[in-house]
C-alpha cells in the first residue's frame, strides 16, 4: 500500500474545525463535505487537490472535536495520507477506524515544503520526497491497527474477524 | 508498579489483573453515546457493516443537542436518522426536544453514567465524566458503531499526568479558572494521549459542577480523560441519582506517573483564554481594553445549575451594557425548570439577558449566537479556534460564568470583583 503526490503543508495545532467547520455538518454526505475541506485555513485546498496527494502538518494535527468527518472529508478529497509531527488523539484513532493511513514523523514533517512530491510507503513506513530525494522512517503501526487499515477499517475488521472465529 | 485510577478501570473492563502504559486492550463499556451530528454517521457505519442489533439497549445513549430544536432543514434530517434509529432498536436513553439537554450536562445529571464506569462517546467532551470517578473518552462515529454492534472498543492504556491539588478556591474563581490555568501552564497537547488525574485535599472543596467543568476541558490539553478520585462529594451526587451501583477505583500508591504537577487552588485567578486556542490564557484583570458584542453563558463546560447561579448573583437588578448580546443556555431541561422556579429567568430577562432552551447552538457556531466578521464574544465555551462560532475573521474569548456575567455588564473583558 502506499501513495504518491504533492504536499500541502499546513502549521501546528490544525484543528478539526478548520478541517471541516461546525456550520457545514448538518449533512453526514462525505462527498457534499469533502467540497468545505480545509476552506477556513486555506480556501485554494479544494481546488488544487490531486487523488494521492499529501497533508503535512505540524504538532497535535486534528485537535478539537471528535468529528469522524475531519478524516473523513479528507480522504474523501483524495488525500492519500497525512503525516504529522503528532496527532490529536481521537483524530488518530478516527482515521485509523476509517482506514485512512496516517504516519507520525518529526523529521519528515519538519523538511517536506509545500508543492514538494512524496511517496509514501505504509508497509513500512517509509516516506521519500522525490523533490529533494531525501527518505524518511516513520513508526510503523502495531499489527493491531495495521490489520484495521488492511481491512479498510474497524467495522470491516470486526466483520473480518467474526466470520474467521 | 502500580496502576493510575485510568489503569486501574481499564483493566477491570479488559477483565485483565494488570494493564501497562501502551498496551492494546479491548475493554467492556458501561455506555456509549452518540449525538445528532457524529450518531447519522455511525448508523451509517453500523447498517453498512451489516449488524442489525445494538449490543444492549439500556447502554446506548443518543442524545439531540447541537442543532436543536433544527436549525434547519438538513438538522432535521440528522435528528430524524436519530430518532428512527433509537425507536427500532429501543434504545432507552433516548433524549429528544422536550427531554433533552447538552449530553454532557444530562448524562450525570439523569445518573445515566456513575463511578468505575467504561464510556466513549461520539464527542470529544465525553471526558466529562471523569468527574465522577469514571474512565470515559471521546471517540468517533466508527467507533460509536462498533461500541454499540460489540459493547467494546479498542484502546492504548495511557500514562499519566497527576495533579495535586491543594488549598482552596476564591470566591469569584471556579473549576473554568482553574482548567484554563492548567490549560495555559501545560499547552494544548500538553496532555496528549495521557490522563489528567487530579487527586490531593484541594479536590474536596470542589464541587461536583467544578470537576466536571475541569474533566470537561482534559481534551482541550490533549488529553484521553480526566479523573477524579470518588469522595463523599461524588457520592452524595450519585446517591439517589446513579442507575447502576457506583464502582470505586483507587489509584495504587506507587502508580507511576509522568509528571506531577502541584496546584495551590488559593493562587487562582479569574482567567481568560484569548484566541485563538485555549492555552493562550491571561488573567481577565489584564484584558479590561478588551470590548466585547456578544457574551454567551452555557455549553457542557458551563451550562449547569451553578454556572446559571453565578450569573444570576451578578446579573439581578442590574443591566447588561449597551450594545451587549447577553445569551444565557441552561445546560438542560432540568436546569431550565430551575431557572425559572427559582426567578432567574426573570432576572435574566430583567437584566437584557435572553435565555435559550438547552443546545449547543452557538458553541460550535451552529446558531442561536453565530458572530459576524470582526466581531468578538465572551463565552463560558471550551473553544476558541478560528471560526468556532462564526466568521472566521471573528473572535472567541474563553471565561467562566462570573468574568463572563460581570463583563456582559461591563461590555468589556473583566473579573468579578464584587465578593
Ligand atoms: S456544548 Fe459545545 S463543546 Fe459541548 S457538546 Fe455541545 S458543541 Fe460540543
New interface residues.
Given amino acids: 500500500m502506499n501513495t504518491r503526490g504533492k504536499v500541502f503543508k499546513y502549521p501546528d495545532n490544525v484543528d478539526t474545525d478548520v478541517i471541516i467547520p461546525a456550520r457545514f455538518l448538518n449533512t453526514p454526505d462525505a462527498k457534499e463535505l469533502a467540497l468545505h475541506c480545509m476552506e477556513d485555513i486555506d480556501p485554494e485546498f479544494v481546488k488544487k487537490v490531486q487523488t494521492g496527494d499529501v497533508i503535512v502538518g505540524g504538532w497535535n494535527f486534528g485537535c478539537g472535536s471528535s468529528r469522524e468527518h475531519a478524516p473523513l472529508v479528507i480522504k474523501t478529497c483524495g488525500i492519500g495520507c497525512v503525516i504529522a509531527k503528532s496527532f490529536a488523539r481521537i483524530f488518530y484513532r478516527n482515521s485509523i477506524n476509517i482506514g485512512f493511513p496516517i504516519l507520525e514523523c518529526a523529521e519528515a514533517a519538519e523538511e517536506i515544503d509545500a508543492d514538494d512530491e512524496v511517496e509514501v510507503n505504509f508497509n513500512t513506513g517509509v516516506i521519500t520526497n522525490l523533490t529533494t530525494g531525501k527518505t524518511y522512517k516513520a513508526q510503523p503501526f502495531p499489527p493491531f491497527i495495521q490489520n484495521i487499515i488492511k481491512s479498510g477499517g474497524l467495522l470491516k475488521s470486526l466483520r473480518e474477524s467474526e466470520n474467521n472465529g | 508498579m502500580g496502576m493510575t485510577m485510568t489503569q486501574k478501570i481499564l483493566a477491570a473492563h479488559a477483565g485483565l489483573d494488570k494493564v501497562a502504559d501502551g498496551q492494546?486492550i479491548a475493554a467492556k463499556l458501561d455506555i456509549v453515546l452518540g449525538n445528532d451530528?457524529?450518531t447519522?454517521?455511525a448508523v451509517?457505519?453500523?447498517k453498512?457493516?451489516?449488524?442489525d442489533k445494538v449490543f444492549d439497549q439500556d447502554r446506548v445513549a443518543i442524545v439531540l443537542d447541537?442543532?436543536v430544536p433544527n436549525?434547519?432543514i438538513?438538522?432535521a434530517?440528522?435528528s430524524k436518522?436519530c430518532r428512527e434509529f433509537a425507536g427500532s432498536h429501543c434504545i432507552s436513553h433516548f433524549y429528544d426536544v422536550g427531554k433533552m439537554g447538552i449530553e454532557h450536562v444530562l448524562l450525570p445529571e439523569q445518573g445515566i453514567v456513575t463511578a468505575g464506569d467504561c464510556i466513549i462517546?461520539?464527542?470529544?467532551h465525553?471526558c466529562t465524566y471523569g468527574a465522577l470517578g469514571a474512565f470515559s473518552t471521546?471517540?468517533?462515529?466508527?467507533?460509536m458503531?462498533?461500541g454499540m454492534?460489540?459493547g467494546k472498543a479498542?484502546f492504548k492504556v495511557p500514562s499519566a499526568i497527576k495533579f495535586n491539588l491543594t488549598g482552596k478556591l476564591p470566591p469569584n474563581c471556579s473549576g473554568k479558572d482553574v482548567i484554563l490555568t492548567i490549560i495555559g501552564s501545560i499547552g494544548?497537547?500538553g496532555a496528549?494521549?495521557k490522563s489528567m488525574e487530579f487527586t490531593g485535599d484541594g479536590v474536596h472543596g470542589l464541587s461536583m459542577d467544578d470537576r466536571l467543568c475541569i474533566c470537561n476541558m482534559a481534551?482541550e490539553a490533549?488529553a484521553?480523560n480526566g479523573i477524579f478520585p470518588v469522595d463523599d462529594v461524588t457520592m452524595g451526587y450519585l446517591n439517589g441519582r446513579s442507575e447502576r451501583t457506583p464502582v470505586v477505583f483507587e489509584a495504587d500508591t506507587d502508580a507511576e506517573y509522568e509528571r506531577i504537577i502541584d496546584i495551590d487552588l488559593a493562587t487562582i485567578v479569574p482567567t481568560v483564554a484569548c484566541p485563538h486556542?485555549p492555552e493562550n490564557t491571561c488573567p481577565a484583570s489584564e484584558l479590561h481594553d478588551i470590548e466585547i458584542d456578544q457574551v454567551v453563558i452555557g455549553s457542557c463546560t458551563n451550562g449547569r445549575i451553578e454556572d446559571m447561579e453565578a450569573a444570576y448573583n451578578i446579573l439581578r437588578g442590574k443591566e447588561v451594557a449597551a450594545g451587549i448580546r447577553c445569551i444565557i443556555i441552561p445546560g438542560t431541561m432540568q436546569i431550565l425548570r430551575e431557572c425559572v422556579e427559582r426567578g432567574w429567568y426573570t432576572a435574566f430577562i430583567d437584566a437584557g439577558a435572553v435565555v435559550s432552551t438547552p443546545t449547543c447552538g452557538p458553541c460550535?457556531?451552529?446558531y442561536m449566537g453565530i458572530l459576524a466578521a470582526g466581531e468578538r464574544c465572551l463565552a463560558t465555551t471550551n473553544?476558541n479556534?478560528?471560526?468556532?462560532m462564526g466568521h472566521?475573521a471573528s473572535e472567541v474569548y474563553l471565561a467562566s460564568p462570573h468574568t463572563a456575567a460581570a463583563s456582559a455588564l461591563a461590555g468589556y473583558i473583566t473579573e468579578y470583583k464584587g465578593v
Fill in positions: 492494546l451530528i457524529t447519522p454517521v451509517n457505519e453500523f453498512k457493516a451489516g449488524f447541537h442543532f436549525k434547519d438538513k438538522a434530517e440528522q436518522i462517546g461520539a464527542d470529544s465525553t471521546g471517540v468517533g462515529s466508527t467507533d458503531a462498533a454492534a460489540t479498542w494544548v497537547d496528549l494521549y481534551i490533549g484521553k486556542l460550535l457556531g451552529g473553544r479556534f478560528v471560526g468556532r472566521v
